[in-house]
């Protein structure tokens, strides 16, 4: 079972040098294709280039040495998944690639920049294409080589019994489960998971581990190995590759349900005008992945390929599980454990220091469910406070920035807004400075935005906005419209105290940003509104 042969390289490289025959020191032009659209080569002459290119290709990288090539191309940077980043940079070297640096880089260090448009590496190899599923790239990847190597998730077993399929699994006390959130071999566990309660149920505890942001809630693969060598009992679902690397004493086998697959695409995500640029190097790079030595190099180091036998030890044959099962498994946990990132914006108007019927104020009452929220909340969110009302004579600002917005795990994070939320009672005073505020902490939720979390502003308030130097609404409106940005989703969750809140305003505002409006009639309801606003994602 293999992944590595397919037409990738040529397709891509034929993008990147359209006149296929030529050497690397051709002139390129701009890449026409998208991920998805860079295997359509029309006509049949494109076919006949493309043909022409592969034989090439596979001819020059599979006969000789490498050290027969030459190297050629500027200087390239390339992200490989941590696991693979040491073997790529061996065959790069041998190659005579001294040009091309290689870096071990997790997903996310790739997949926040590449959602917003940031500084990205030239080439990227994750450990799985699941990962794009998980964002709208800025610029879509172009794909060099559908995959490199390849990789099944299988069971490995402490105490020397195979474990032959996920049910047994599911029946050990002590199954060890990795984040599906970071470590792509995990998904293995969630897809068996799917659509059977008593696994699904099994699977809940680790989610809240994981999503508590605790760095060891969720062992990586070599640390789940290690703790099964110590006890010498536990099952755990890891890649072949990390069971041969680090426990290949341990009895693994691959779950005859079916298996997921890493499949270590080659992705370029240079954009175009750095792409031409350092295109002698990309096909430097495709040529040296498509050598003999790079398949042989590849498999002593636990990874499947073609052309140099089966990595050892192995699992032996194993069932691919459909890809569609794989997407939506992935779906739907990003779904249940993606982070909240939040900025709470609380209303410090003189009329929240008014008494309710139960005898406190409305400021105690938000107080109290903020307070709840932050005991609540998982380490892995994130939540910064505001404060707001009309501006003092002087004062710039109709708001205040309290507390950063930070994740909960993050040191001393929670116990700053416990301090600050506390001490809002003192700052009552002044009118309600509604639309510039809520334009203010959307504008800096938009530029902070974390692609990987649930991006809201929680705007508490208890009346209209009573600013006469601020905008109005329709104005307010056009402005949040305007600083509004598809690649960066940003939604206003309007939380209004009392029946006197204007939820009128507050509607507005949420359509505008694709959020929500609630009113907590009574002021003992607070609580149960923020809740209810929070589990909206």
């Given at each position: 079972?293999?992944?590595?042969?397919?037409?990738?390289?040529?397709?891509?490289?034929?993008?990147?040098?359209?006149?296929?025959?030529?050497?690397?020191?051709?002139?390129?032009?701009?890449?026409?294709?998208?991920?998805?659209?860079?295997?359509?080569?029309?006509?049949?002459?494109?076919?006949?280039?493309?043909?022409?290119?592969?034989?090439?290709?596979?001819?020059?990288?599979?006969?000789?040495?490498?050290?027969?090539?030459?190297?050629?191309?500027?200087?390239?940077?390339?992200?490989?998944?941590?696991?693979?980043?040491?073997?790529?940079?061996?065959?790069?070297?041998?190659?005579?690639?001294?040009?091309?640096?290689?870096?071990?880089?997790?997903?996310?260090?790739?997949?926040?920049?590449?959602?917003?448009?940031?500084?990205?590496?030239?080439?990227?190899?994750?450990?799985?294409?699941?990962?794009?599923?998980?964002?709208?790239?800025?610029?879509?990847?172009?794909?060099?080589?559908?995959?490199?190597?390849?990789?099944?998730?299988?069971?490995?077993?402490?105490?020397?019994?195979?474990?032959?399929?996920?049910?047994?699994?599911?029946?050990?006390?002590?199954?060890?489960?990795?984040?599906?959130?970071?470590?792509?071999?995990?998904?293995?566990?969630?897809?068996?998971?799917?659509?059977?309660?008593?696994?699904?149920?099994?699977?809940?505890?680790?989610?809240?581990?994981?999503?508590?942001?605790?760095?060891?809630?969720?062992?990586?693969?070599?640390?789940?190995?290690?703790?099964?060598?110590?006890?010498?009992?536990g099952v755990t679902a890891t890649s072949?590759?990390?069971?041969?690397?680090?426990?290949?004493?341990?009895?693994?086998?691959?779950?005859?349900?079916?298996?997921?697959?890493?499949?270590?695409?080659v992705l370029i995500t240079a954009d175009?005008?750095?792409?031409?640029?350092?295109?002698?190097?990309?096909?430097?790079?495709?040529?040296?992945?498509?050598?003999?030595?790079?398949?042989?190099?590849?498999?002593?180091?636990?990874?499947?390929?073609?052309?140099?036998?089966?990595?050892?030890?192995?699992?032996?044959?194993?069932?691919?599980?459909?890809?569609?099962?794989?997407?939506?498994?992935?779906?739907?946990?990003?779904?249940?454990?993606?982070?909240?990132?939040?900025?709470?914006?609380?209303?410090?108007?003189?009329?929240?220091?008014?008494?309710?019927?139960?005898?406190?104020?409305?400021?105690?009452?938000?107080?109290?469910?903020?307070?709840e929220a932050v005991e609540l909340l998982?380490?892995?969110?994130?939540?910064?406070?505001?404060?707001?009302?009309?501006?003092?004579?002087?004062?710039?600002?109709?708001?205040?920035?309290?507390?950063?917005?930070?994740?909960?795990?993050?040191?001393?994070?929670?116990?700053?807004?416990?301090?600050?939320?506390?001490?809002?009672?003192?700052?009552?005073?002044?009118?309600?400075?509604?639309?510039?505020?809520?334009?203010?902490?959307?504008?800096?939720?938009?530029?902070?935005?974390?692609?990987?979390?649930?991006?809201?502003?929680?705007?508490?308030?208890?009346?209209?906005?009573?600013?006469?130097?601020?905008?109005?609404?329709?104005?307010?409106?056009?402005?949040?419209?305007?600083?509004?940005?598809?690649?960066?989703?940003?939604?206003?969750?309007?939380?209004?105290?009392?029946?006197?809140?204007?939820?009128?305003?507050?509607?507005?505002?949420?359509?505008?940003?694709?959020?929500?409006?609630?009113?907590?009639?009574?002021?003992?309801?607070?609580?149960?509104?923020?809740?209810?606003?929070?589990?909206?994602?």
């Amino acid at each position: 079972m293999s992944d590595k042969a397919d037409t990738g390289t040529s397709k891509a490289l034929a993008i990147i040098e359209p006149e296929a025959p030529a050497g690397p020191t051709e002139p390129t032009r701009e890449p026409r294709f998208t991920r998805e659209t860079v295997g359509v080569i029309a006509g049949a002459a494109g076919v006949l280039a493309l043909c022409l290119l592969a034989t090439a290709l596979v001819a020059e990288g599979k006969a000789g040495s490498s050290s027969e090539r030459t190297c050629l191309g500027p200087q390239m940077t390339v992200a490989v998944a941590p696991e693979a980043a040491t073997v790529v940079g061996n065959i790069l070297e041998d190659a005579g690639c001294g040009q091309i640096e290689v870096e071990a880089t997790k997903a996310d260090q790739v997949l926040q920049p590449m959602a917003l448009g940031g500084e990205l590496p030239d080439v990227w190899i994750p450990d799985s294409s699941v990962w794009l599923d998980r964002i709208t790239p800025a610029t879509e990847p172009v794909t060099l080589r559908a995959s490199m190597a390849s990789s099944p998730v299988v069971l490995v077993s402490g105490d020397g019994l195979a474990r032959t399929s996920y049910a047994e699994a599911f029946a050990e006390d002590d199954l060890l489960i990795g984040d599906p959130q970071r470590m792509m071999s995990a998904l293995g566990t969630v897809v068996a998971g799917q659509a059977k309660p008593a696994r699904e149920a099994r699977l809940e505890p680790y989610g809240e581990r994981i999503a508590s942001g605790d760095e060891a809630a969720a062992p990586t693969d070599s640390g789940r190995l290690a703790e099964l060598q110590t006890v010498m009992s536990g099952v755990t679902a890891t890649s072949e590759q990390q069971w041969s690397t680090y426990a290949p004493m341990l009895k693994a086998a691959a779950p005859k349900e079916g298996t997921v697959v890493l499949d270590y695409p080659v992705l370029i995500t240079a954009d175009s005008s750095r792409r031409n640029a350092i295109a002698e190097s990309i096909t430097s790079f495709a040529r040296v992945l498509d050598s003999g030595a790079a398949d042989t190099a590849l498999t002593q180091a636990g990874f499947r390929t073609t052309g140099a036998g089966k990595p050892s030890p192995t699992v032996g044959a194993y069932t691919r599980v459909d890809a569609a099962s794989v997407t939506n498994a992935a779906a739907e946990w990003d779904a249940k454990l993606r982070p909240t990132r939040t900025i709470a914006v609380v209303d410090v108007s003189g009329s929240m220091a008014w008494q309710t019927g139960s005898g406190t104020t409305r400021l105690q009452l938000t107080q109290a469910a903020a307070s709840e929220a932050v005991e609540l909340l998982p380490g892995g969110a994130a939540v910064g406070l505001w404060a707001f009302s009309e501006a003092a004579e002087g004062d710039p600002a109709d708001h205040t920035v309290l507390v950063p917005t930070r994740q909960l795990a993050s040191k001393d994070q929670r116990a700053q807004l416990r301090e600050e939320i506390a001490g809002l009672t003192a700052r009552t005073g002044g009118g309600t400075a509604l639309h510039d505020t809520a334009l203010a902490a959307y504008q800096a939720a938009v530029a902070s935005y974390d692609p990987l979390a649930s991006n809201t502003v929680l705007l508490f308030t208890d009346g209209t906005n009573d600013d006469p130097g601020s905008m109005d609404l329709d104005e307010l409106v056009r402005q949040l419209e305007a600083a509004s940005d598809p690649r960066r989703p940003v939604r206003v969750l309007g939380i209004g105290i009392t029946a006197d809140a204007d939820l009128g305003a507050l509607q507005a505002i949420a359509d505008a940003t694709g959020g929500a409006a609630y009113v907590a009639e009574r002021p003992e309801d607070v609580g149960t509104v923020l809740r209810e606003a929070l589990e909206q994602r």
